[in-house]
C-alpha cells in the first residue's frame, strides 16, 4: 500500500516524526497544529495502550522498574528529558502521599520537553520536586489502572482550597477517565477524612484529596483512599511505575495531554458529598452528648479558627447544634491564606496565639483549630472558670496534652486500652497513661500512616485493645471511626467531653489532666538544609547522630533511650529527654529538647549539640537555635 494514496497517514507520520525530534529540544511550545492533528486521528485521549503498557504486568509486586532516583543520563541511555520526568515521579513520593511543589505548563498545545524545563527549574531553585497537570494525569491513569484490576470503577475527586487544586483535578480526572470503566466524581472543596468516609459510605470506590495540608501555598500534592484505608507505600511504589509508563507513552508522542487549564474540571460527574459528612458528624456528637436534643451545644461560646481552610464547615455544624460560633475566625476559603498566621497549622505558634487572644476576647468555652485540610485539629481551653462563668487564663491543648485528654475520654468508655503514640511524646505522658489512668502506652514510629498501622496491626492480631493512634502534631485515629485520621472527630470527642463537663458543672476541662506532669522546657527546632536536598539532609544526621552516639558512650548526663525507635532519643539524668529525627517529608531535621529548665536545656543539651552542628555550618541554616 503506498502512503502517496493516504495523505492523512503521511500528515500523521510526519506530526509524529516531528515530535519526536522536537522532545530532544527545549522548545518551550509546539505548534498548535500538532495537537490538531492527533486529536482527529487518535480521536481523544488514548485509542490504545502503549507498547510498554502492555508489556508490564499489574499484578502484585511484578515491577521491574528501579524506583531510585536516576542520574541525568542512566546506564539504559535514556534521553535526559524523560529520565527528569521519570525520576521526578518517583521524587514526588512522600510516605504514602504525593507531594511537591505546584508547576504549571500549557493545558494544550505544550511540549513534553517544556515539561522537562519545568522540573529542571524547579529542582535548580531548590524547590524539590514539581507536581505538574501533566504528572497529575499520569497518577490519575495509574490509580484507575489499579482501581479497575481490584474491580472497582468509581472515584471521589476532592481538592483544599489551594487556587492549584483545580488545575490538579482536572488533570488526574481526565486520565483517571480514560482508563476504561473509570468514572470520576468531583466533589470539590472537601477534607481530607471525608474523603475515606465517602468510600466506606459506598458512595465511590476510591477516594483522591488533593491537598498538601500545612505546607505552604506553593505545595500540592495527592492522597488515595480505598475502602479500607489510605495507600500503602508500597502501593505508591506501584502506582509510580505505572505512572512511568505513562509518561513514557507521552514522550514517545512528545506532548502533553490536553487539559482544561483553569476553565474547571472534565469529569463523569459534580456532586457535593460534604453535607452527608457533615451529618456524620452531626450525629457523632449528640451520641457523644447523649442526647437527641437538636441544639445541645446551646450555651456554649465556641471559637473555630479554619484558617482559611477545608474545616470552614465545621463552624456552621457547631452553630446549627446550638453553639455562639459569633467570634470565630478564618472562615472563608482561600488557598492564599492571606492571614498574618499564614497556612493553617495546629502546631504553628502564630496561628495558636491567633485563636487564643479570639477566645480571650469573647470568654470563650474552648477554641478548635484545623489544618488545611481538616486531618488535624488542636485547641484552647480556660484554666480557670469561676461561679460566674468567667474564664481565664486559657491554654493551649495540643501535643502531650491532648493525648493525655482523649486518654482520659477512652480510660472511662474502654478502661486498659492502648494508647498508640508516635516516638516523640513525654515521659510525663507514659506516666499519666500508664500509673494515673490505668492504660498502656505504646510508642511507634512517627508519621500518621505508621502509627495508624501499628495500631490496627495490634488490635486485629488480638495483642491488645489499640483504641487511639495519635502523634503529638495532631494526627488522631480513633478505632471506633475505623481508625479515619480526622481532626473533624477528634473534635467531636472534645466537645461532647466538654459539654458533658459543662451540663454536670464541673470546672475547667484542664482539670482533668492536672496530674500530667509537664516539662517547665519543651522546644522544638527545625534546621533547615540549606541545599534543599533530602539527600544531604540524610548524610548530615547521619554524620550528626554517629558523634552524638559517641558522646553519649562518654557522657554521665545523657544516655541512649531503650525507646530509640528513630533518629536518635537520648534521656537526661534529671529526667528530660532530647530527640534527633529527619522530617518525612523536608529536608529538615528536627530537635524537641525536654528539660527541668531553660538553662539546663541549653548547657546540657542545646550548647553541646549545637557545636556538632557547627561542623557542617556551611549546608545548615541555624538560625533556629538564634
Not at 454536670?504 to 484542664?510: E, F, I, K, P, Q
Request: with cysteine; glycine share 8%; hydrophobic share 40%.
Amino acid at each position: 500500500m503506498s502512503l502517496a494514496n493516504h495523505p492523512a497517514s503521511c500528515l500523521l507520520l510526519a506530526a509524529l516524526l516531528l515530535s519526536q525530534a522536537l522532545a530532544f529540544v527545549h522548545w518551550p511550545v509546539m505548534s498548535q497544529h500538532m495537537y490538531i492533528i492527533r486529536s482527529q486521528f487518535t480521536g481523544g485521549l488514548r485509542a490504545s495502550p502503549s507498547p510498554i503498557e502492555s508489556s508490564i504486568s499489574t499484578k502484585g509486586s511484578s515491577f521491574k522498574f528501579d524506583l531510585s532516583s536516576p542520574t541525568e543520563i542512566d546506564s539504559s541511555n535514556t534521553p535526559p528529558n524523560l529520565q527528569a520526568i521519570l525520576t521526578s515521579l518517583v521524587e514526588l513520593k512522600s510516605g504514602s502521599d504525593l507531594r511537591g511543589t505546584f508547576a504549571d505548563h500549557k493545558n494544550s498545545g505544550g511540549t513534553i520537553a517544556n515539561v522537562s524545563y519545568l522540573i529542571k527549574s524547579l529542582k535548580m531553585e531548590g524547590k524539590g520536586a514539581a507536581l505538574t497537570p501533566f504528572a497529575s494525569h499520569c497518577f490519575g491513569v495509574a490509580f484507575g489502572k489499579k482501581l479497575v484490576e481490584n474491580g472497582g470503577s468509581s472515584i471521589c475527586l476532592g481538592r483544599d482550597p489551594r487556587l492549584h487544586g483545580e488545575r490538579l483535578a482536572d488533570s488526574f480526572a481526565r486520565g483517571a477517565e480514560s482508563v476504561d470503566g473509570v468514572k470520576v466524581l468531583y466533589t470539590g472543596l472537601a477534607s481530607t477524612p471525608s474523603m475515606l468516609e465517602f468510600c466506606r459510605a459506598g458512595k465511590c470506590d476510591a477516594a483522591v484529596m488533593i491537598t498538601a495540608s500545612h505546607l505552604p501555598e506553593d505545595k500540592n500534592g495527592l492522597k488515595f483512599f480505598l475502602k479500607d484505608g489510605g495507600l500503602t507505600k508500597s502501593d505508591i511504589d506501584e502506582l509510580i511505575v505505572l505512572a512511568q509508563a505513562e509518561a513514557r507513552y507521552w514522550y514517545d508522542l512528545g506532548i502533553v495531554p490536553p487539559s482544561s487549564g483553569n476553565a474547571g474540571v472534565l469529569c463523569a460527574e459534580l456532586v457535593d458529598f460534604m453535607p452527608f459528612y457533615k451529618d456524620r458528624l452531626k450525629q457523632a456528637i449528640l451520641r457523644e452528648i447523649g442526647t437527641t436534643r437538636q441544639t445541645p451545644l446551646s450555651g456554649l461560646k465556641i471559637v473555630v479558627n479554619a484558617g482559611n481552610g477545608a474545616a470552614c464547615f465545621f463552624n456552621d455544624l457547631v452553630r446549627d447544634l446550638g453553639a455562639n460560633v459569633d467570634n470565630s475566625i478564618h472562615l472563608t476559603p482561600d488557598g492564599t491564606f492571606p492571614e498574618s498566621s499564614g497556612v493553617p497549622n495546629p502546631e504553628k505558634k502564630e496561628f495558636v496565639e491567633e485563636t487564643l487572644r479570639a477566645c480571650e476576647a469573647c470568654n470563650a468555652d474552648i477554641g478548635v483549630m484545623f489544618d488545611t485540610d481538616a486531618d488535624r485539629a488542636g485547641f484552647i481551653l480556660p484554666r480557670l472558670v469561676d461561679k460566674t462563668g468567667q474564664k481565664s487564663g486559657y491554654e493551649p491543648l495540643n501535643r502531650n496534652r491532648l493525648i493525655a485528654m482523649l486518654s482520659v475520654i477512652f480510660s472511662r468508655s474502654a478502661p486498659g486500652c492502648t494508647i498508640v503514640t508516635d516516638s516523640t511524646t513525654s515521659e510525663g505522658l507514659s506516666a499519666f497513661l500508664q500509673d494515673t489512668l490505668g492504660l498502656n502506652h505504646y510508642r511507634f514510629l512517627r508519621g500518621y500512616a505508621n502509627v495508624i498501622g501499628k495500631a490496627k496491626e495490634l488490635t486485629n492480631s488480638g495483642e491488645t485493645n489499640a483504641e487511639v493512634a495519635i502523634e503529638t502534631s495532631g494526627h488522631c485515629a480513633m478505632k471506633e471511626n475505623g481508625y479515619t485520621d480526622d481532626g473533624t472527630y477528634t473534635a467531636v470527642k472534645i466537645i461532647g467531653l466538654l459539654a458533658r463537663n459543662a451540663a454536670a458543672g464541673n470546672d475547667s476541662l484542664l482539670d482533668l489532666i492536672s496530674e500530667l506532669e509537664e516539662s517547665p522546657f519543651d522546644e522544638e527546632y527545625r534546621i533547615k538544609i540549606k541545599d534543599g536536598s533530602l539527600e544531604t539532609t540524610s548524610f548530615i544526621f547521619d554524620e550528626v547522630t554517629k558523634v552524638l552516639k559517641e558522646k553519649c558512650n562518654a557522657a554521665t548526663v545523657w544516655s541512649l533511650d531503650k525507646d530509640n525507635l528513630e533518629g536518635i532519643r537520648m534521656k537526661l539524668a534529671s529526667g528530660g529527654f532530647f530527640m534527633l529525627r529527619q522530617s518525612l517529608h523536608d529536608p529538615v531535621i528536627s530537635m524537641q529538647v525536654e528539660s527541668i529548665s531553660a538553662e539546663e536545656a541549653k548547657r546540657v543539651v542545646l550548647d553541646p549539640v549545637l557545636k556538632i552542628f557547627t561542623d557542617h555550618s556551611s549546608s545548615l541554616d541555624l538560625s533556629a537555635f538564634a
